[in-house]
């Protein structure tokens, strides 16, 4: 267990600005980023097993939250089915 007693108070160290949307999403999750927006209620895209991102589920937050988009998925067909529900 490490000693708190070795760990620093700093004072005046400037946060860094918040990064977000696609800079800091993982490149792999935002070449679908697109694909998603075009989705219309009840279609659906189907990502193949060795190409399903990492931050996959982060980006389907992301289009709930900033477009009010809803998804659902299931992993069938060899891959990740996503579906746009409204």
Do not use: C
């Amino acid at each position: 267990m490490a000693d708190s007693n070795n760990v620093r108070i700093e004072k005046g160290i400037p946060i860094p600005g918040y990064k977000h949307g696609a800079s800091r999403a993982n490149p792999a999750a935002v070449k679908y980023y697109e694909r998603l927006k075009e989705l219309q209620a009840g279609e659906s895209i189907l990502i193949p097993e060795e190409e399903i991102p990492t931050g996959i589920t982060g980006t389907l937050q992301y289009h709930r939250l900033k477009y009010g988009r809803k998804f659902t998925t299931r992993r069938m067909d060899g891959g990740l089915r996503i579906w746009r529900m409204e």
